[in-house]
């Protein structure tokens, strides 16, 4: 009865901490192919630096809190796409860049592509255009910065 | 890292020596050539646009100037010399995204992100002119769609003074600098017997040393009007492959500033009368910054029956998996990043 108190404050100061830590030093996996990888690169360039707002972009799924999927995803890539999603931890957060990865795009009646990522799995958040500027890329992670504050 | 390239590599080793290197590709597939058939003739840009993603406008200059040869419609003098301005642009900015990735295969963090600041004054200016940045949608049948405006060509002016330099800063970054020379030295050597049976053509074939360039040998637009060189390399190792596209781009910028001073006043589009029966097949090729790009187009009744496009980075591919045999495993990622190949333009 006594350590009651203590134990509650114990939990919320870890709580504190881990959205603290969630907040400040984001792992990214960037899974990227065709006209809007070139758009992720130049927010990773020195004049949109993703870099000051915590990002960090990783070599390997297991090491993400977050999976960021831009470009053309046909069906020949599913079984690569199900490997990556299920590698990375479960509390993760999955964003679609780009028209195609939305809903097709462009290509939508086309027999080899899959019309978007969610055919596979959930996503939480979409950023749209065809290829979206940089500056729409970067208002996507401080959306997912919201979460934790 | 965000770069992507998804083509697989089957590699045969012999204690960390390559024997044979199979490619496997087509992760990209998307059929647009299928898609577009039946599509009018104004409304397939958008499509064919994206099958280059680092210089979308020489896709569709190759398909404009292919339908204005075999139909005889003359295009307007000043159109003529926009398409060789924005051209010219997205050749730097193509050669530059080659820089970055070559300065990330050899573990270099300056250079990659003093390239990638320049590139972003050039695709600002590409912005300023047609409203998007990687994807112009801006060449039309007979000319180009909107005129350009007084403040392009002042941002131009402006942007072209300090430019030369920036591109010397970024030169002795990779070529007098001695790390850089003795790794890329005789790496990845092509022989000339391999890349006359794939077919290479573009800054590949330039640093073998054959000189071999369609803007000078098969004249196309109004290139006859500017005065530039051509180089080419010795040996057709890593290292000449750099340096002919380093000097590429400064010959760019002595083009882009010929051009701005012979602009002349005029028209920019004329609107020519299409056919109604079915064609014959209509060929054209352009100096692409990856090699030459052909494009083979059927029309009938205003709407395209067949279309094929022709990717240089095909052939590249190829190439790469000829030149790697020989050298070590630890080599093969720094010579993929210096054969430039574009995956869209492999599987489209």
Same mark, same amino acid.
């Given at each position: 009865?006594?350590?009651?108190?203590?134990?509650?404050?114990k939990?919320?100061?870890?709580n504190r901490?881990k959205?603290?830590?969630?907040?400040t030093?984001?792992?990214?996996?960037?899974?990227?192919?065709?006209?809007?990888g070139?758009?992720?690169?130049?927010?990773?360039?020195?004049?949109?630096d993703?870099?000051?707002l915590?990002v960090?972009f990783?070599?390997?799924?297991?090491?993400?809190d977050?999976?960021?999927?831009?470009?053309?995803?046909?069906?020949?890539?599913k079984?690569?796409?199900?490997?990556?999603?299920?590698?990375t931890?479960?509390?993760?957060?999955?964003?679609?860049?780009?028209?195609?990865?939305?809903?097709?795009?462009?290509?939508?009646?086309?027999?080899?592509?899959?019309?978007g990522?969610?055919?596979?799995?959930?996503?939480?958040?979409?950023?749209?255009?065809?290829p979206?500027?940089?500056?729409?890329?970067i208002?996507?992670?401080?959306?997912?910065?919201?979460?934790?504050? | 890292?965000?770069?992507?390239?998804?083509?697989?590599?089957?590699?045969?080793?012999?204690e960390?020596?390559?024997?044979?290197?199979?490619?496997?590709?087509?992760?990209?597939r998307?059929?647009?050539?299928?898609?577009?058939?039946?599509?009018?003739?104004?409304?397939?840009?958008?499509?064919?646009?994206r099958?280059?993603?680092?210089?979308?406008?020489?896709?569709?200059?190759a398909?404009?100037?292919?339908?204005?040869?075999?139909?005889?419609?003359?295009?307007?003098?000043?159109?003529?010399?926009?398409?060789?301005?924005?051209?010219?642009?997205?050749?730097?900015?193509s050669?530059?995204?080659?820089?970055t990735?070559?300065?990330n295969?050899?573990?270099?963090?300056?250079?990659?992100h003093?390239c990638?600041?320049?590139?972003?004054?050039?695709?600002?200016?590409?912005?300023?002119?047609?409203?998007?940045?990687?994807?112009?949608n801006?060449?039309r049948?007979?000319?180009?769609?909107?005129?350009?405006?007084?403040q392009?060509?002042?941002?131009?002016?402006?942007?072209?003074?300090?430019?030369?330099?920036k591109?010397?800063?970024?030169?002795?970054?990779?070529l007098?600098?001695?790390l850089?020379?003795?790794?890329?030295?005789?790496?990845?050597i092509?022989?000339?017997?391999?890349?006359?049976?794939?077919a290479?053509?573009?800054?590949?074939?330039?640093?073998?040393?054959?000189?071999?360039?369609?803007?000078?040998?098969?004249?196309?637009e109004?290139?006859?009007?500017?005065?530039?060189?051509?180089?080419?390399?010795?040996?057709?190792?890593?290292?000449?492959?750099?340096?002919?596209r #380093? =000097?590429? &781009?400064?010959q +760019?910028?002595? @083009?882009?500033?010929?051009?701005?001073y $012979?602009?002349?006043?005029?028209?920019?589009?004329?609107?020519?009368?299409?056919?109604?029966?079915?064609?014959?097949?209509?060929?054209?090729h352009?100096?692409c910054?990856?090699?030459?790009?052909?494009?083979?187009?059927s029309?009938?009744e205003?709407?395209?029956?067949?279309?094929?496009?022709?990717g240089?980075?095909?052939?590249?591919?190829?190439?790469?998996?000829?030149?790697?045999?020989?050298?070590?495993l630890?080599? #093969? =990622?720094? &010579?993929?990043? +210096?054969?430039? @190949?574009?995956?869209?333009e492999v599987? $489209?």
């Open positions: 009865m006594l350590d009651k108190p203590k134990h509650l404050r939990i919320k100061f870890l901490l959205n603290w830590v969630k907040l030093s984001i792992n990214v996996y960037c899974f990227s192919s065709g006209c809007c070139d758009e992720i690169l130049a927010t990773y360039g020195p004049i949109y993703l870099e000051r915590g960090n990783v070599s390997s799924p297991e090491r993400a977050v999976l960021m999927i831009a470009g053309i995803i046909t069906k020949e890539m079984s690569t796409l199900e490997d990556l999603y299920n590698s931890e479960d509390k993760k957060v999955v964003i679609a860049v780009g028209s195609c990865a939305i809903n097709g795009g462009p290509f939508y009646k086309s027999d080899y592509i899959l019309n990522v969610k055919e596979i799995f959930n996503v939480d958040l979409y950023v749209p255009g065809c979206p500027r940089p500056e729409a890329i208002y996507s992670i401080l959306r997912y910065k919201d979460r934790f504050k | 890292m965000p770069f992507g390239f998804p083509i697989g590599l089957n590699i045969d080793l012999k960390d020596v390559v024997i044979n290197l199979n490619p496997d590709f087509g992760y990209l998307t059929g647009v050539e299928k898609i577009i058939e039946g599509i009018e003739i104004d409304k397939v840009i958008p499509f064919i646009n099958v280059d993603t680092s210089s979308a406008i020489s896709v569709e200059l398909y404009c100037i292919a339908l204005e040869n075999y139909f005889k419609i003359e295009v307007p003098i000043r159109a003529k010399f926009i398409r060789v301005i924005l051209s010219e642009l997205s050749r730097i900015s050669h530059i995204l080659f820089l990735k070559l300065a295969a050899l573990g270099m963090n300056m250079p990659l003093y990638l600041r320049e590139r972003e004054e050039i695709l600002h200016l590409i912005e300023v002119a047609t409203g998007s940045r990687l994807t112009p801006f060449v049948v007979g000319g180009i769609k909107s005129d350009l405006s007084m392009f060509f002042d941002k131009l002016k402006e942007m072209l003074k300090g430019f030369r330099k591109v010397h800063e970024i030169r002795v970054f990779f007098e600098n001695e850089v020379v003795n790794r890329l030295n005789n790496l990845g092509l022989v000339k017997e391999d890349a006359i049976k794939l290479i053509s573009g800054p590949n074939l330039r640093a073998l040393g054959v000189s071999r360039d369609i803007r000078k040998n098969d004249n196309y109004i290139y006859d009007e500017f005065n530039f060189k051509v180089p080419i390399g010795d040996r057709g190792d890593s290292l000449d492959r750099c340096m002919v #380093i =000097e590429e &781009i400064e +760019s910028i002595s @083009i882009i500033s010929q051009a701005l $012979k602009v002349p006043e005029g028209k920019i589009r004329t609107y020519g009368v299409v056919n109604t029966h079915l064609t014959e097949n209509i060929y054209s352009v100096e910054p990856h090699g030459e790009l052909g494009m083979n187009i029309v009938s205003g709407r395209i029956a067949k279309l094929s496009i022709k240089p980075s095909y052939n590249n591919l190829f190439a790469f998996s000829k030149a790697v045999i020989g050298e070590k630890e080599d #093969i =990622e720094l &010579i993929l990043a +210096s054969f430039d @190949i574009c995956v869209c599987d $489209k």
